[in-house]
């Protein structure tokens, strides 16, 4: 972590093949063959009315279904279902115009929803000449960089109080919010195990706590809200 990690820029979507292929009984890498941990940036911007060429739609089906479920599929001919599929571990940051809604047009599911805006309301300006962009000092994005590689190395455990104590207070909300239409579901309240470990290990604890739980309900619920 003592350089900046590696980028590599992708060609546009309807040239290349996003999933590992078999063409004439040679295998073929794909683009979404990529390292665990290696953040993925896609950049959707200049996005117009249209029709995607078939290649493109493919790859665009190959992404979304990876960022779904982290699996990538591995075409073979000759193979069940015309693939295998493996596991990854490719977490996604999409940039995007948004238009009035400020959301994805390709890829709308996300987990965390950020609009950029400045002082006055004017929506920032996230595309910048490389010469442009001010980066934070080096000791600074040093600090960032541990504090990330921590939290995807670390692991923490759920002790048996505190899983009581999220069981009851999930079953509370499911309880007051039954008649509204956006109620937390099972897939809400494993998101928010998964936060409140990665959130756990970031402060260097083995172990969830209670006050962990409760800053990650209060931040889970703010961003149901900005998705409304």
Same mark, same amino acid.
């Given at each position: 972590?003592?350089?900046?990690?590696?980028?590599?820029?992708?060609?546009?979507?309807?040239?290349?093949?996003?999933?590992?292929?078999?063409?004439?009984?040679?295998?073929?890498?794909?683009?979404?063959?990529?390292? &665990?941990?290696?953040?993925?940036?896609? !950049?959707?911007?200049?996005? %117009?009315?249209? *029709? @995607?060429?078939? /290649? &493109?739609a493919e790859n665009l089906h190959? !992404?979304?279904?990876?960022? %779904?479920?982290? *699996? @990538?599929?591995? /075409?073979?001919?000759?193979?069940?279902g015309n693939g295998f599929e493996?596991?990854?571990?490719?977490?996604?940051?999409?940039?995007?115009?948004?238009?009035?809604?400020?959301?994805?047009?390709?890829?709308?599911?996300?987990?965390?929803?950020?609009?950029?805006?400045?002082?006055?309301?004017?929506?920032?300006?996230?595309?910048?000449?490389?010469?442009?962009?001010?980066l934070p000092p080096a000791a600074?994005?040093?600090?960032?960089?541990?504090?990330?590689?921590?939290?995807?190395?670390?692991?923490?455990?759920?002790?048996?109080?505190?899983?009581?104590?999220?069981?009851?207070?999930?079953?509370?909300?499911?309880?007051?919010?039954?008649?509204?239409?956006?109620?937390?579901?099972?897939?809400?309240?494993?998101?928010?195990?998964?936060?409140?470990?990665?959130?756990?290990?970031?402060?260097?604890?083995?172990?969830?706590?209670?006050?962990?739980?409760?800053?990650?309900?209060?931040?889970?619920?703010?961003?149901?809200?900005?998705?409304?």
């Open positions: 972590w003592d350089d900046p990690p590696p980028t590599k820029p992708v060609p546009e979507s309807n040239l290349v093949h996003f999933a590992p292929h078999s063409e004439n009984e040679d295998l073929h890498s794909g683009v979404l063959q990529l390292p &665990a941990g290696t953040v993925l940036t896609v !950049l959707e911007a200049n996005v %117009r009315e249209g *029709t @995607l060429p078939s /290649k &493109a190959i !992404l979304r279904n990876m960022l %779904r479920t982290q *699996t @990538l599929q591995y /075409k073979f001919p000759y193979a069940p493996f596991q990854t571990d490719i977490p996604c940051i999409v940039l995007c115009d948004g238009g009035k809604s400020g959301k994805s047009v390709f890829l709308p599911e996300n987990d965390v929803h950020v609009r950029l805006t400045v002082d006055g309301g004017r929506v920032f300006n996230a595309y910048k000449a490389s010469k442009d962009l001010v600074k994005l040093q600090s960032f960089r541990k504090l990330v590689c921590g939290a995807m190395m670390g692991t923490s455990k759920v002790t048996q109080d505190v899983a009581q104590y999220i069981q009851d207070d999930f079953v509370k909300e499911r309880t007051e919010g039954a008649s509204r239409p956006d109620t937390v579901t099972p897939q809400d309240l494993m998101l928010r195990m998964n936060l409140v470990r990665t959130l756990a290990v970031t402060h260097h604890e083995n172990e969830v706590s209670r006050v962990a739980w409760d800053r990650v309900k209060a931040l889970d619920l703010s961003r149901r809200a900005r998705l409304q």
